[in-house]
C-alpha cells in the first residue's frame, strides 16, 4: 500500500513585507495608484502630482521595516500597507499646516472669493483656482473689524453698503400725518415720483420690505433765507443780531476774525434751530408734521434706505456676502508635496511608522492574541502594538499643533515686541560713549 502524499495548508498570513520598497509604476511599485486610496500625489492627472512623493513612499518601506524589526520578524504587512500610510500622513500633515494658516488670516480673508472643491479637496473652480493661496502671504485687511464698522456707520449716516434713496410725498393743508411706509412703496410700484413725476431709481425694490427713514425735508422759498452763504449775509452788518435777512452783496465791512467765529458758530446754532419751520415725529415711519401744514409747500422729501436681508449679495457690486464666512469655505487646497519641508518630512515619515504600526496590530489581532505552532504556539503584540500606535499618533499631533500655535502670526508679533523689550533694557544699561571732535 502506498503511503499518501499529504499537502497540509498554513492557517497564517503568507504575507512579508520587503525590506526595500520600488518606485516602479506597476506591482508594487510605489509609482502604482493601486496602493492609494486617494492617489493625488501619484496621479499623474493631478495637479500635485509629485516623484519625490513616491521616492519618499519607497523609502518609507525600508523605514518601517528596519524600525518594526523585519530583519528579525516578519512583519506581517504589505508594501501597499506602507505606501496608504505615508499618503495618509503627507494629506494629515497638511490639514494641520492648512488650520494653523486659516487661523493667521481668515479674519483678513472675510467676505472675499471662495471656491469649488473635488473629493480629493482641490480646487476646481472660483476666482482663486490654481493660485495655492494657502502658500501665500496674504495683506492684512481686518475684513471682521471692517464689516463691523460698517455696520455702525450704516446707522449713523456715514458710510456703509446701504445705497440712500430720495422719495417724495404730497402734502395735503391740514393734514399732520403720512404713511411714509405707504406712500413710499407705491412709489416703488408705480414707478413714478409724485414731485417730479418721472420714475424713480427705487422702482420695485420695496414691496413689503420695510424703508428706514434718514432724513425729511422740504424746500424753502426762492428768496434766500440763510445767514451764511455766498449772498446769505456774511459781513453785511458785522453783528449777530439779525437771522434770515435777504442778500445785500453791496455792503460789506471790515471785522474781526474773532467775530467770524462767533458768526460762523451761529451758523451752525441756526441750522439745527431755525433752519425750517417745521419739525417731526417720527414712529414706525408714521410721520407727524409740526405745526400742521397750511399750504405754504405742495411736497416734502424724505432720504431712506430699503433693509435688506444681511446674507444678500449686491445684484450690481459684490459686497463680499457670498465670499469667505469660515473655515471651511477658506480656498485652500491640500499642500502640494514639494512644498514640505525637511522638518514636515521627518514629521510624516514618524506618523506613518505609527499608522503601520496600529496596521500591523490590528492584522495581529485577528489571531486572537497567538498563533499554533508545531507543538506549541506563538504570543503576538497585538495590544502593545496598537496602545503604542495610538499614543505615537496622538504624541506627533499635539506636537505639531504646539509649534504651530507658537508660530501664529500673533504669537510673532508678541514675540518681536518682547524682543524689542528686553533689547531696550540691555541698552538702557550701556553707557553711551561720548563724542570727540
Same mark, same amino acid.
Given at each position: 500500500m502506498a503511503l499518501p502524499t499529504l499537502t497540509p495548508v498554513s492557517t497564517t498570513s503568507k504575507v512579508i513585507l520587503t525590506s526595500t520598497g520600488s518606485t516602479a509604476a506597476t506591482g508594487n511599485g510605489a509609482a502604482s495608484t493601486d496602493h492609494y486610496p486617494f492617489s493625488i500625489y501619484t496621479n499623474t492627472s493631478s495637479p500635485l502630482y509629485d516623484t519625490n512623493f513616491v521616492s519618499g513612499a519607497s523609502d518609507q518601506v525600508a523605514y518601517v521595516y528596519k524600525k518594526l524589526g523585519g530583519d528579525v520578524l516578519d512583519v506581517e504587512l504589505t508594501v501597499g500597507n506602507v505606501y496608504t500610510a505615508y499618503e495618509e500622513a503627507v494629506l494629515e500633515y497638511s490639514y494641520h499646516i492648512n488650520k494653523h494658516q486659516a487661523k493667521n488670516v481668515l479674519g483678513s480673508l472675510l467676505g472675499f472669493a471662495t471656491g469649488t472643491f473635488d473629493h480629493d479637496g482641490q480646487m476646481t473652480g472660483g476666482d482663486a483656482s490654481g493660485s495655492a493661496v494657502n502658500l501665500a502671504f496674504p495683506s492684512f485687511k481686518i475684513e471682521y473689524a471692517r464689516r463691523v464698522g460698517e455696520g455702525f456707520s450704516e446707522e449713523a449716516g456715514v458710510g456703509g453698503h446701504n445705497t440712500f434713496y430720495s422719495a417724495s410725498f404730497a402734502i395735503t393743508a391740514g393734514i399732520q400725518d403720512y404713511d411714509l411706509q405707504a406712500a413710499i412703496s407705491s412709489s416703488s410700484a408705480n414707478n413714478t415720483d409724485p414731485a417730479a413725476g418721472a420714475g424713480v431709481p427705487y422702482a420695485n425694490l420695496v414691496g413689503n420690505k420695510k424703508v428706514k427713514i434718514h432724513r425729511v425735508f422740504y424746500k424753502t422759498p426762492g428768496s434766500m433765507w440763510r445767514f451764511y452763504g455766498y449772498y446769505g449775509g456774511l459781513n453785511v452788518v458785522g453783528n449777530l443780531n439779525h437771522y434770515g435777512q435777504y442778500s445785500d452783496d453791496t455792503t460789506f465791512e471790515i471785522i474781526p476774525v474773532w467775530q467770524n467765529k462767533l458768526q460762523a458758530m451761529a451758523y451752525e446754532d441756526h441750522l439745527w434751530t431755525r433752519l425750517s419751520h417745521y419739525s417731526f415725529e417720527l414712529y414706525n415711519n408714521k410721520l407727524r408734521i409740526n405745526p400742521t401744514p397750511w399750504g405754504f409747500i405742495s411736497h416734502m422729501w424724505v432720504q431712506f434706505s430699503i433693509n435688506k436681508e444681511p446674507w444678500t449679495e449686491d445684484s450690481d457690486r459684490k459686497n463680499g456676502t457670498d465670499g469667505i464666512n469660515n473655515l471651511n469655505t477658506l480656498p485652500f487646497e491640500n499642500i502640494p508635496y514639494k512644498n514640505i519641508n525637511a522638518i514636515g518630512k521627518h514629521w510624516i515619515r514618524r506618523f506613518a511608522l505609527a499608522l503601520c504600526k496600529e496596521m500591523l496590530g490590528q492584522i495581529r489581532g485577528k489571531?486572537?492574541? +497567538?498563533?499554533?505552532?508545531?507543538?506549541? +504556539?506563538? +504570543?503576538? #503584540? &497585538? &495590544?502593545?502594538?496598537?496602545?503604542?500606535?495610538?499614543?505615537?499618533?496622538?504624541?506627533?499631533?499635539?506636537?505639531?499643533?504646539?509649534?504651530?500655535?507658537? $508660530?501664529?502670526?500673533?504669537?510673532?508679533?508678541?514675540?518681536?515686541?518682547? $524682543?524689542?523689550?528686553?533689547?531696550?533694557?540691555? #541698552? &538702557? #544699561?550701556?553707557? $553711551? $560713549?561720548?563724542?570727540q571732535g
Amino acid at each position: 500500500m502506498a503511503l499518501p502524499t499529504l499537502t497540509p495548508v498554513s492557517t497564517t498570513s503568507k504575507v512579508i513585507l520587503t525590506s526595500t520598497g520600488s518606485t516602479a509604476a506597476t506591482g508594487n511599485g510605489a509609482a502604482s495608484t493601486d496602493h492609494y486610496p486617494f492617489s493625488i500625489y501619484t496621479n499623474t492627472s493631478s495637479p500635485l502630482y509629485d516623484t519625490n512623493f513616491v521616492s519618499g513612499a519607497s523609502d518609507q518601506v525600508a523605514y518601517v521595516y528596519k524600525k518594526l524589526g523585519g530583519d528579525v520578524l516578519d512583519v506581517e504587512l504589505t508594501v501597499g500597507n506602507v505606501y496608504t500610510a505615508y499618503e495618509e500622513a503627507v494629506l494629515e500633515y497638511s490639514y494641520h499646516i492648512n488650520k494653523h494658516q486659516a487661523k493667521n488670516v481668515l479674519g483678513s480673508l472675510l467676505g472675499f472669493a471662495t471656491g469649488t472643491f473635488d473629493h480629493d479637496g482641490q480646487m476646481t473652480g472660483g476666482d482663486a483656482s490654481g493660485s495655492a493661496v494657502n502658500l501665500a502671504f496674504p495683506s492684512f485687511k481686518i475684513e471682521y473689524a471692517r464689516r463691523v464698522g460698517e455696520g455702525f456707520s450704516e446707522e449713523a449716516g456715514v458710510g456703509g453698503h446701504n445705497t440712500f434713496y430720495s422719495a417724495s410725498f404730497a402734502i395735503t393743508a391740514g393734514i399732520q400725518d403720512y404713511d411714509l411706509q405707504a406712500a413710499i412703496s407705491s412709489s416703488s410700484a408705480n414707478n413714478t415720483d409724485p414731485a417730479a413725476g418721472a420714475g424713480v431709481p427705487y422702482a420695485n425694490l420695496v414691496g413689503n420690505k420695510k424703508v428706514k427713514i434718514h432724513r425729511v425735508f422740504y424746500k424753502t422759498p426762492g428768496s434766500m433765507w440763510r445767514f451764511y452763504g455766498y449772498y446769505g449775509g456774511l459781513n453785511v452788518v458785522g453783528n449777530l443780531n439779525h437771522y434770515g435777512q435777504y442778500s445785500d452783496d453791496t455792503t460789506f465791512e471790515i471785522i474781526p476774525v474773532w467775530q467770524n467765529k462767533l458768526q460762523a458758530m451761529a451758523y451752525e446754532d441756526h441750522l439745527w434751530t431755525r433752519l425750517s419751520h417745521y419739525s417731526f415725529e417720527l414712529y414706525n415711519n408714521k410721520l407727524r408734521i409740526n405745526p400742521t401744514p397750511w399750504g405754504f409747500i405742495s411736497h416734502m422729501w424724505v432720504q431712506f434706505s430699503i433693509n435688506k436681508e444681511p446674507w444678500t449679495e449686491d445684484s450690481d457690486r459684490k459686497n463680499g456676502t457670498d465670499g469667505i464666512n469660515n473655515l471651511n469655505t477658506l480656498p485652500f487646497e491640500n499642500i502640494p508635496y514639494k512644498n514640505i519641508n525637511a522638518i514636515g518630512k521627518h514629521w510624516i515619515r514618524r506618523f506613518a511608522l505609527a499608522l503601520c504600526k496600529e496596521m500591523l496590530g490590528q492584522i495581529r489581532g485577528k489571531f486572537g492574541g +497567538s498563533i499554533p505552532i508545531p507543538g506549541d +504556539s506563538v +504570543s503576538l #503584540n &497585538s &495590544s502593545d502594538l496598537l496602545g503604542q500606535a495610538k499614543d505615537e499618533q496622538a504624541a506627533l499631533k499635539e506636537e505639531l499643533v504646539k509649534i504651530l500655535d507658537e $508660530m501664529t502670526y500673533k504669537a510673532l508679533a508678541e514675540q518681536d515686541a518682547d $524682543m524689542v523689550t528686553a533689547i531696550d533694557k540691555v #541698552n &538702557s #544699561n550701556i553707557p $553711551m $560713549m561720548i563724542f570727540q571732535g
